[in-house]
């Protein structure tokens, strides 16, 4: 199969002879985003140097396959710190956790490893922040996320959650002058843009985090995304039903009148929906892995789908450093698996 890679800033038709032909689009950045390979990685870690089983708290990141794969390896996922055995080594997901959560862990007397994504913990900083400066705070996101739970937990007698901009018009504060806003991370763009408008209307002093909390995957994601529509016929998004930041991209694709799904794996794929397809591009959300990017690829080109380009829009090069505490194993693990 022919394969070429182009930058977003100059993409150019097909020649003539390769117009007809069945084409598929890979998006570039896609798949696992550095605090993903963080969490993951400290599991792996913690697997291979304490044995197992490890408990974690809820689903690592919000992918079925890595939870599945990780299961397997000795990983017990638990809903909370209550099911892990008293003194017993516990992970935090890559969402975060509330303050409440941590004294449970402690009181049990439990060995926390922290896969919390760096960019969570600055959203749950500037909660603290503004709740110590005494601001009432609205956080933008999706009830029920274990993102959103986490971050709420850390002021909940001075947040509210919206969810969207008809949400503002009913909102009432304490104080209408002193009011902050912050985002989950794993929103869509437009979506964002206008509830925060719409906050800045109905509260002109409002101020929000230094630096906007949408993570850097998820907004390299969507751009990719929104430079693609132009040049296909549908969208296939890699990831599970409960990631959010998989489900913003096939809503971008939807908002830009592209047909697009969200798929768990290659079985998930509809015959009938690329009957009429000529170009599909595919995806992934920040929590799915390549390989079953990859199976994807293949079922496409067995197909019929037998060109492939690579559409990059912006380089992604971002690592997270480990837990301070499994740095040393990580090296002497490395080590090891080289030794051997």
């Known amino acids: 199969m022919e394969h070429t890679s182009r930058n977003a800033d100059n993409l150019r038709s ?21 605090g993903v390979v963080r969490a993951v990685d400290i599991v792996n870690i913690a697997l291979e140097c304490y044995g197992p089983p490890i408990y974690v708290r809820k689903e690592i990141v919000h992918n079925s396959q890595v939870v599945a794969e990780l299961s397997r390896k000795g990983a017990v996922f638990v809903d909370s710190t209550e099911e892990v055995p008293a003194g017993s080594r516990v992970i935090f997901s890559a969402h975060g956790v509330s303050p409440r959560v941590r004294q449970k862990a402690a009181a049990r007397k439990l060995r926390v490893i922290d896969a919390t994504c760096p960019l969570v913990t600055k959203v749950h900083l500037e909660a603290v922040r503004f709740a110590r400066l005494g601001y009432s705070i609205l956080l933008i996101g999706h009830k029920d996320h274990d993102e959103v739970i986490g971050t709420l937990g850390e002021a909940p007698q001075q ?12 909102l009432s504060v304490p104080d209408p002058s002193r009011v902050a806003y912050l985002t989950q991370t794993t929103l869509s763009l437009e979506e964002t843009r206008g509830i925060i408008a719409a906050l800045e209307k109905k509260f002109p002093s409002i101020i929000g985090p230094p630096a906007q909390d949408i993570c850097y995957a998820t907004e390299n994601r969507q751009v990719a995304v929104k430079a693609v529509v132009p040049r296909c016929d549908l969208l296939l998004v890699v990831g599970s039903s409960n990631s959010s930041n998989s489900n913003r991209l096939v809503e971008v694709a939807h908002n830009a009148g592209l047909p697009a ?23 992934a959300g920040a929590s799915a ?8 690829v293949g079922f496409l080109q067995a197909q019929g789908f037998d060109y492939m380009e690579e559409l990059e829009t912006v380089p992604e090069d971002v690592r997270f450093a480990l837990p301070s505490e499994l740095i040393p194993l990580a090296t002497e693990s490395a080590g090891t ?4």
């Open 14 to 34: 097909e020649p003539d002879a390769s117009s007809s032909r069945k084409k598929i689009i890979l998006l570039k950045p896609r798949g696992f985003c550095a």
């Open 159 to 170: 947040t509210w959650l919206i969810s969207s901009e008809a949400e503002v018009a009913t």
């Open 261 to 283: 799904y969200l798929i768990e794996d290659q079985n998930a794929i509809v015959p009938a929906w690329l009957e009429q397809a000529r170009t599909v591009a595919v995806t």
């Open 289 to 296: 892995p390549e390989y079953l990017v990859e199976q994807v």
């Open 337 to 340: 698996r080289a030794a051997l």
